[in-house]
């Protein structure tokens, strides 16, 4: 894979943006859950009665004295009862007319009148206890959050929500640009730092201060970055910082924008890219003040994290992100890395020895087209974009994924908050990184690599048929698709409920729509400005070393 970046300058894993509201998803319809409100009963429309006059202790009623007090049940109420079930503990399960039936809790009082009843009440349906949040998108946008059953490549969260939603007293660093007050964030947000060192790239007139503000990463028109010619026209912000913060952990369950994977932990903005990305220098400065060791002229860090999160990367690990992690995971710091959005192979930090390689895949299940791959890679997480396998050209043969972030409107400084549409293993890495800290939350006493063979022994497989289980891609795409259900119990020693069947891939987008749309990947990298390798004519590797 060429490369006109110089070793030294980092560069920002694909934050693509596409236009709000494209590609939608519903979740199956659910009832929002709020303290002081229950979803209304769903009915069966059959009753469950106990008989006064029944056998004491395990004994049945016969079958023919039950059959006889329905009939006189019947006669009395005049409501025509059937015996659809007699049931353990002499209970009876009785058919209604259809008319009846209407309105089963009325029946119900009416049995409970007759003076051979002891008790009825209408059969219902009850639900699994997964957690459902009140966020308007997340039933309506972020189905990747969702069940397996409904979306084969979803993380699997409200089940695992049951068991977690965080620990208040984990703190998850996101080494980025920083950071946005977005309204859905900014009560998760606990003080960071920015680590930008050159005010000609900070874009906030200074150094190396206590505010991890995202002041903006846009390029004036003209501005050359160090190995790429001039900028054409300015480049936006891309507010990737806050994106990516808000898919571990935006405010979940306010009734406002997105749901994040981390209800509970805090979150730390450590600013180390701005105008035309971050360096290598600043950003192993802020990976070993995330996790709690010192950096020189920096204050220590009051709230070191247990989770390190780094959306960013470029070129191959160098001893110093190796020795970072090492001292890191010494201390029980998990780092998790997105594996760049070029296509080709795993690109640093998310390479070193010890990090948490993730690579993305879309709603599917399927490895996503712009993703790294490599031996390195841990896992896949949700990260939108199209399936490899339905990529024509430069068209993705179906609706593309997507991930819903919180981010702002300024071009250049942030102006208003809103949402977008992003896709990236930007997004995958913090889905990880949110699983990770409700791991700890169950298991405080994980090791960082504890946590990351769990992650790893837990994971879905990938669905047969697909690119990461077809030709000589086997083995580079890591253990299998991120389950958080499945994470969180093996992370509290409790039975780790069995994997669906994998998934039969061919559908491709969630919604398995047939049109063909133009792959995003040119317009979305050019929007992002900051990438030299683009795709080349969107087609996916199909053999690589
Ligand atoms: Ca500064
Ligand atoms: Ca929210």
Partial sequence: MPRSIPPVALRLVLAAAVSAGAILSPLAATAATSPDARPAPVYSGNIIVRWKDAPGGTALMPAEAAAEQVRKVAEQTGIGLTVKRQMGGNLALLGVPAGKGADPEAVAAQLRQDPRVADAVPDRWLRP?????????????????????????????PAAWDRSRGNEGLVIAVVDTGVLRHPDLAARLVAGYDFIADPL?????????GDPTDAGDFVP?????????????QRPSTWHGTRVASVLGAVTNNGQDVAGVDWSARIQPLRVSGRCGALLSDTVDAMRWAGGLPVPNVPNN????????????AGTCSSFEQQAVDELAARGVVVVAAAG??????????????????????????????????????????????????????????????????????????RN?????????SFAAPMVSGVASLMLAVNGNLTSAQVTELLKSSARPHPANTYCTTGNNAGNCGAGLLDANRALAAAAGAPVPPAPPPANNGSGGDDGGGGAVPLWSGAALALAGLFAV?????????ARR
Wanted: charged content about 15%; aromatic content about 4%.
């Fill in 534 to 542: 683009l795709l080349p004519s969107g087609r996916r590797r199909q």
């Fill in 129 to 157: 206890h997964d957690t459902v949040p009140n966020d308007p998108e997340f039933a309506i946008n972020q189905p990747y959050l969702g069940s397996p059953a409904v979306i084969p490549g979803a993380a699997n969260l």
């Fill in 417 to 425: 908050y809103t949402l977008v549409n992003s896709q990236g293993t």
């Fill in 201 to 209: 790239y900070s874009q906030d007139g200074d150094g190396r201060d």
């Fill in 302 to 313: 009051p709230t070191p994290a247990r989770v390190v999160n780094i959306s960013l990367g």
């Fill in 221 to 233: 028109q003209g501005f050359a970055c160090p190995g790429m010619p001039a900028a054409p026209n």
């Fill in 341 to 414: 959005n070029s296509a080709g192979p795993v690109e640093a930090p998310a390479d070193c020895r010890g990090v948490i390689a993730v690579t993305a895949h879309v709603n599917d299940g399927e490895n996503a087209s712009y993703a790294n791959v490599g031996p390195q890679i841990a896992l896949s997480a949700p990260g939108g974009g199209c399936p490899n396998s339905k990529v024509s050209g430069n068209t993705c043969l179906v609706p593309p994924s997507a991930i819903r972030t919180l981010t702002n409107d300024g071009d250049t400084t942030a």
